[in-house]
């Protein structure tokens, strides 16, 4: 599975993007999905995750503000983010994979190169 994460860009607070992770060369249906951040000098850290079965999770600190979803035919999976923070700032990552907790980047097998998000104050 080859996944191209892309959408990233400058946005003030308070604004909005979307993310979107294309799948390709591989049953991308059958894995679930999840979306990562890493900023300078932190942790990768989970963000969203969509099961294949459907269900998602969310990130206590973008719950509410980040909406997860997935296309028809599953190929594509999107993040909203809405009500955009200074600390939502970071390079955000695509992954797939069957891991049985979908908050553990360990889980994934495949992941997209990164698509830089920065909120200005």
């Known amino acids: 599975v080859q996944l191209q994460a892309s959408g990233g860009g400058l946005v003030q607070a308070g604004g909005s993007l979307r993310l979107s992770c294309a799948a390709s060369?591989?049953?991308?249906?059958?894995?679930?999905a999840g979306w990562f951040r890493q900023s300078p000098g932190k942790e990768r850290e989970f963000v969203a995750a969509?099961?294949?079965?459907?269900?998602?999770a969310y990130a206590g600190s973008v719950k509410g503000r980040f909406t997860l979803s997935r296309d028809n035919a599953k190929i594509t999976v999107y993040l909203q983010m809405d009500s955009l923070k200074s600390e939502d700032t970071a390079v955000y990552y695509c992954?797939?994979?069957?891991?049985?907790?979908?908050?553990?980047?360990?889980?994934?097998?495949?992941w997209g190169q990164g698509t830089l998000v920065t909120v200005s104050s």
């Open positions: 969509v099961r294949w079965s459907g269900s998602s």
């Open positions: 992954a797939a994979g069957k891991g049985v907790n979908i908050a553990d980047p360990t889980g994934y097998y495949y």
């Open positions: 060369g591989g049953t991308f249906r059958t894995y679930n």
